[in-house]
């Protein structure tokens, strides 16, 4: 039996399959809702529940009465009334699995690797700036990374990934990796993107939180972008801010930009800006009703900021958009990525 799922405040409704997953019944129907990591963790797609009952996969059964359900991970058991934060209408690039060539190797700092990833000849994979991919391990184990590079060199993808301790794919499986190597992925995923807006961006990273903000930049130049965009990349060290003078030579030739790296274990030596990023933005903008912000990386970063922004600052809370880059292995959910 096919349930449908009507959207509060509107005339908009989609079906949904009881063993499919909400979000991905409405991203069927052609409409995105806040979402990330898909595995039940960040809470972003966390969307009122008005009426109706799902099973929350981990979680049990959730109604109305327990107010909200995590859309990512809830399957229908009746028909649904959802409030989600966003609701919008997509043109959702349709997602392939393809078999990528390992084109390069970098190593910008001791724990992160720059992967280069080349499709094969005539194949391109269109994606929104912002957006992430999911590498297909061997045994079908999955995990997310965000594209840094500009949505229009989509005939390949650039990856910025940091070294997690004990790692399945990013210390075991990428320490074996060697340019020419076969990788799957399937790509895009995620509605972390630039939304067009007259509003000033405010671009909050760490650590490699600064690669789906690279691609968003170098997107943005590309297209003749004027609208104001400053820049805080946080780490703890100047090596965390691994790609530093590109940040910094963006803003030396573009008068809409403005880098400010912080860092939160600074040495004597350093004469930049110190303590936790967004405390950075807060020093700097008392004011943030007018704005727009992008977060990305830690997810305690992307929380605190998030709270603090909306609480003490005034930015509304549809004007914060965020991939928090939790754990995106198994572990996270306690069971595999697909239902
Ligand atoms: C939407 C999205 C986009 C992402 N994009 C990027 C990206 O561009 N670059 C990047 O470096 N990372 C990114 N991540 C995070 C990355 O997907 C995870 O860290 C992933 O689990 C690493 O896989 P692994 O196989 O190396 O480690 P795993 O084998 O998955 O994990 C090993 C151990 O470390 C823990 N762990 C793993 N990741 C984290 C974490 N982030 N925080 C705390 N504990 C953790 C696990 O619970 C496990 O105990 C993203 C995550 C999401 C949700
Ligand atoms: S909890 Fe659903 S997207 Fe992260």
Redesign the pocket.
């Known amino acids: 039996m096919t349930f449908t799922v009507h959207v509060a405040g509107s005339e908009l409704s989609f079906p949904c399959e009881p063993r499919e997953f909400v979000l991905d019944a409405a991203e069927r129907a052609g409409y995105s809702m806040p979402s990330?990591?898909r595995k039940g963790v960040?809470n972003t797609c966390e969307t009122a529940l008005l009426s109706g009952e799902v099973e929350q996969r981990g979680k049990g059964r959730r109604t109305a009465r327990d107010g909200s359900a995590l859309v990512c991970r809830a399957q229908p058991r009746a028909d649904l009334t959802i409030r989600p934060k966003r609701f919008e209408r997509i043109d959702i690039f349709r997602r392939k699995t393809i078999t990528a060539t390992v084109y390069r190797l970098a190593r910008p700092a001791p724990d992160v690797t720059i992967l280069t990833l080349r499709f094969p000849i005539g194949l391109r994979a269109p994606f929104k700036a912002g957006q992430?991919l999911q590498v297909i391990m061997e045994d079908g184990d999955r995990?997310?990374?965000?594209m840094a590079n500009a949505a229009r060199h989509n005939d390949g993808a650039e990856?910025?990934?940091?070294h997690?301790p004990?790692?399945?794919?990013?210390?075991k499986a990428l320490s074996r990796l060697a340019v020419g190597d076969r990788l799957q992925v399937e790509i895009p995923h995620?509605d972390f993107h630039l939304r067009v807006s007259p509003r000033p961006v405010i671009l909050l990273a760490s650590g490699?939180g600064f690669?789906p903000i690279k691609s968003i930049v170098e997107t943005a130049i590309h297209a003749g972008n004027d609208r104001p965009m400053h820049l805080y990349w946080g780490g703890h060290r100047r090596e965390h801010i691994y790609l530093f003078d590109l940040a910094a030579n963006w803003q030396r030739r573009l008068p809409w930009f403005t880098s400010t790296p912080v860092l939160s274990d600074a040495p004597a030596s350093w004469a930049g800006r110190t303590g936790l990023v967004h405390h950075a933005v807060r020093e700097d903008h008392r004011d943030l009703s007018g704005a727009q912000v992008y977060a990305c990386g830690n997810p305690k970063m992307v929380e605190a900021a998030q709270r603090d922004f909306t609480a003490d600052h005034g930015l509304p809370e549809a004007e914060f958009f965020a991939?928090a880059?939790?754990?995106?292995?198994p572990?996270a959910s306690g069971d595999s990525q697909r239902a």
Do not use: M
Not at 159 to 162: C, M
Not at 166 to 171: D, T, V
Not at 325 to 329: K, M, P, R, T, Y
């Open positions: 990330s990591c960040c992430y995990r997310n990374f965000s990856l910025h990934i940091r997690v004990n790692g399945k794919f990013s210390e995620g490699t690669a991939d880059f939790v754990d995106s292995g572990s």
